[in-house]
């Protein structure tokens, strides 16, 4: 075998290989790029099958025949313009001009037969050459306005047009040098070889060539993509990542974000192609990707649409790809990039815009993330300051406070004896009474404070805790009867005694503030499981489900609460459950609404008989 015809066979292997690839891209897909391109690889195997196949049946080669392949050779500048018009704008003129050529060839080949006049030879070839050499500097224009991996295929597809015009060229000296045969058809072979490599590259590269084609796009996104988040706004962020993904792809793209209110994917900046606000249950192209949270190519836009069909035509839009963003199962939005013409690589585009949204969910997660920790940072600050001044003003009110009091007893037990102050006494008692209520509310910002420090001392002593619920039970209080009391034995166990009668005067004062004049409130006291278990159970108001792991927070009051009708500042619940957890033991709640509410408290208890 000579090098030559081991270069015509490796030609036949790739330009058959290129064809069935393209066939089975054409039949999966069905875009008219994908049909073209099988049209123009399926005529060049044809030419090259022919003389073979023709040769090995033993089928001589009938005027009909040649007539067809003749027709079929002249038909592959057309093919190869209609590749070009799939993705560029190519005048009339030129169109034209192509088809007649084609037409006026093969009439001169039906009519003359194959021996051509020297002229129309050369009319003929340069006809070949001229449509090829058009076609792959149209594609080399493509390639200089796109960019990674569809430049790089772009480029080859226009270099395969352009050895292929040569190869033509060079193939048609032989008619006019015949002593130079064997030369030319050497070439002619050597630059098919070229034609089809670069044609390998550009319609069906291997994966790992994509990839380190998409490389330096990706590369540079990904750079920048680490410094997005610190930008001030998440509208610089997205105009930045619109602007990443558009140079990506040498198009436009808009970054819609899902705002579950309403329901709709918000487009800061659409360029007049798509409306601000994309309803997600609605028909556009957004809202369907959205929904499927799978990426697609759209060919074109407003077919796909109809509806946005005049928008998309003002803002020169053809081709979409769009892709969902979305972070774990959280769903951020979309990413839409659009094109004036069809993108020439679709599948490739896809991944890319794929990737790239991908990588916009983590930058806009990591955005939120830090707006989260801000917004927790401020809130923070805001309640440390809070914290700072009630504690400061508490502090501050207790010394007058506590000598106001004190002279409003001091009165009070007067007004009791001295006929003269006694006319005063219903005055002087509301006084005292008011004085008292005010320090209890002081003592409570305190103890709140305390808390929050971490500051709130126990000083532990022997208790027997079914005897100190007796005593709050028996307190005398305006409703004393109303309270229940069940305990057996002696509940033993190291406590603060005064903080303990505290935590339980507090849960009592509450069953009876947030119930009506006639119910009970029922205080029972066990021991279980090494702990001493007290309950305070009341059949009143109680508290809405959402409100019940809120109540223990400082300054909390249910939904249900009418300030006016029940006084209060939501602090005691708090000061319960730090004086619970001071002694290691635990508070919650169990509650329906309208029905009642129970406190359950569980204290670390010292087992019957020993001292804890
Ligand atoms: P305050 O009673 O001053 O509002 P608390 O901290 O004692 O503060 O209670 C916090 C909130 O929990 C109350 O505002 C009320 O909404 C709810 N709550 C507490 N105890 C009861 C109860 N026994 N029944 C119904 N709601 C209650």
Known sequence: MTALQLVQGANNVLFLGIFVLVAINAYRRRTRTDVDAALLFGSLALILLVSPVTQLLGIPLSGALTLV???????????????????????????????????????????????????????????????????????VRLARRSSG?????????????????????????STFAPSAAGFVSGATQVLALFAALSWVLGFVPPSQLRRYWQQPELRSFLERAGTLPRLPTTDAILL?????????????????????????LTFANSYGAIPAD????????????????????????????????????????????????????????????????????????????????????????????????????????????????????????????????????ILELRAGRDAELAPHQPAISRIAREA???????????????????????????VDVAELLRHVAERPR????????????????????????????????NGLKYSDGGSKVEIRAWREDGEIRITVKDHGIGIPAADQPHVFDRFHRASNVDARKYAGIGLGL??????????????????????GSTFHVALPGAAEGKPN
Request: aromatic share 8%; net charge negative.
């Open 436 to 462: 008292r209520r005010l320090s209890a509310l002081v003592e409570d910002l305190l103890d709140a404070s305390r808390i929050e420090e971490g500051k709130l001392e126990v000083r532990r002593e022997p």
């Open 69 to 139: 392949i003749v027709a079929v050779l002249m038909a592959l500048p057309y093919l190869m313009l209609r590749l070009l018009i799939d993705f560029s704008d190519v005048p009339l003129l030129v169109r034209a001009a192509t088809l007649g050529g084609l037409i006026a060839t093969v009439v001169v080949f039906a009519t003359i037969g194959p021996a051509l006049d020297p002229a129309v030879t050369l009319f003929i070839i340069g006809y070949f050459a001229a449509v090829s050499l058009y076609a792959a500097f149209g594609f």
């Open 240 to 264: 930045e990542l619109e602007r990443g993904t558009g140079a990506s792809f040498g198009a436009r793209a808009a970054i819609g974000l899902y705002r579950a209110d309403a329901g709709v």
């Open 149 to 173: 991996v569809t430049r790089r295929r772009t480029q080859a597809v226009a270099s395969g047009m352009g050895f292929f015009g040569l190869a033509i060229l060079v193939a048609s000296a």
């Open 278 to 409: 994309v309803p997600v249950d609605g028909s556009s192209l957004a809202a369907r990707v959205f929904r499927s949270q799978r990426a697609e190519y759209f060919i074109d836009a407003a077919r796909a649409n109809p509806e946005n069909a005049a928008a998309y035509r003002e803002a020169q839009v053809g081709p979409v790809l769009v892709a969902p963003i979305t972070a774990g199962d959280r769903r951020i939005g979309v990413l839409e990039t659009f094109a004036e013409h069809q993108p020439v690589f679709s599948s490739d585009d896809l991944a890319l815009v794929e990737l790239l949204a991908d990588q916009a969910a983590v930058i806009l997660e990591s955005r939120a993330l830090i707006d989260e920790a801000a917004r927790v940072q401020a809130q923070e600050a805001a309640a440390r300051l809070k914290e700072d001044f009630v504690s400061a003003a508490a502090h501050d009110l207790k010394t007058p406070l506590t000598t106001l009091l004190g002279q409003a007893q």
């Open 478 to 509: 305006p409703h004393k009867d109303r309270v229940v009391f069940q305990a057996n034995g002696r509940l033993a166990g190291s406590f603060d005694r005064r903080r303990i009668e505290q935590l339980l005067d507090n849960l009592v004062e």
């Open 574 to 595: 708090y000061i319960c459950r730090g004086i619970a957890q001071e002694h290691g033991g635990r508070i919650w709640v169990e509650s329906a609404l309208g029905q």
